[in-house]
DNA sequence: CGTATTCCTTACGTTAACGTCAACTCCCTC
DNA sequence: GAGGGAGTTGACGTTAACGTAAGGAATACG
């Protein structure tokens, strides 16, 4: 049996990913997780690893949980009916391109902050200077 | 007086900023604005619009608040020390590093996404074409 | 003068995403 | 068989960022 069909119990989950017991069976809560059972004991499987991988990371783009569980459904083909998928296929088009034009406004503000650094720091040497000057 | 000067009642600001009177006052609570009065009568001057970009554009990227707080800061220079300038100037710079970092994972995720898109694109067709070979 | 509009303050309500705590159930081991 | 861990299910608490509703002041209009 390779190592990544390994079922892993919430505690080695919590070591691997750095998150709480409480925050996966929340999500399992939330539908995003579905982890097999060993009496009543959580099972997670690979595709629940992956699929945590892509929550974590839908989180620091700022998505809502329920919006990550839309675009999770697009990892998940397979079960689904073709108007559905059409429809997920629609949402995640849509959320591209929010992505790219958050990224656009994202390097402007990046560019912004760096010249107001630069510019800061400027008036920090020359103040100094003067101040120097001054004594 | 030029135009910029101009100094708008809550309602204008509201209307020019898609933003309700609550969260206007909720960011002077914060100390985030500082507008004038008259009576007891806000009028916000082109400083407070000036900072309301900020505040907006900081909230699209996911910044908390209390995080644009302190950005604002940097636009704020003229009366600070020195220490706390270099300190907020620090400050700056991390978020910095954070956003490019942030940056090139948006990237990452902007291409897994288009792929996976282009992947269930792909194979809608391919099933649509199947079943209908199939009838 | 009445009332309509715009604004004010105070204060409680709401949602998301968990944290925290109590009380249980297994399973192991000494 | 008493205790110790690891895990479970409620259920209430918490924080951020406002929403919303109640009650009052100030100005404008007919």
């Not at 990371?57 to 990550?68: A, P, Q, V």
């Not at 429809?87 to 995640?92: F, K």
Request: glycine fraction near 4%; aromatic fraction near 6%.
């Amino acid at each position: 049996m390779p190592d990544t069909d390994r079922l892993m119990t919430i505690r080695e989950m919590c070591d691997t990913y750095e998150v709480t017991p409480r925050t996966l069976r929340f999500y399992e809560a939330k539908e995003l997780l579905s982890p097999n059972r060993e009496g009543q004991k959580r099972l997670f499987t690979r595709r629940d690893r992956a699929r945590l991988k892509l929550i974590l990371r839908g989180k620091r783009f700022g998505f809502s949980l329920e919006e990550i569980r839309q675009l999770l459904e697009l990892y998940h083909v397979g079960d689904q009916q073709q108007t559905q998928l059409a429809r997920t296929l629609a949402i995640a088009k849509e959320r591209l391109a929010d992505m790219e034009r958050q990224r656009n406004e994202f390097n402007e503000a990046i560019n912004d902050l760096g010249e107001q650094i630069d510019w800061v720091t400027q008036t920090l040497a020359s103040t100094a200077v003067s101040k120097d000057a001054a004594e």
